[in-house]
């Protein structure tokens, strides 16, 4: 069977907090920060290129920024979803 994710975590003692990852079918790359069970985006690689930056807690991450794969940046501004 083909593996169509790959996950790499940081073990800190017993917990493990999710570092990145990896969709192998779709080729996004998702990077993440905090501690286990707490994870938040901060980062997405598209496969065009394009890499969008996050802020904000787990379930309300809003991309604040993307870059295009030729350096165009855009920002973005206001709360996730609206």
Do not use: C, I, M
């Not at 790499?8 to 779709?26: H, K, P, T």
């Amino acid at each position: 069977a083909e593996r169509r994710a790959e996950v790499w975590r940081l073990l800190r003692g017993e917990n493990g907090a999710v570092l990145r990852l990896r969709l192998l079918q779709s080729g996004k790359k998702q990077h993440f920060e905090g501690e286990r069970g707490a994870e938040r985006t901060v980062r997405l690689q598209l496969p065009n290129g394009q890499v969008q930056y996050y802020e904000g807690g787990q379930g309300a991450e809003r991309v604040v920024r993307a870059v295009s794969a030729d350096g165009a940046v855009r920002h973005f501004e206001g709360e996730k979803g609206a």
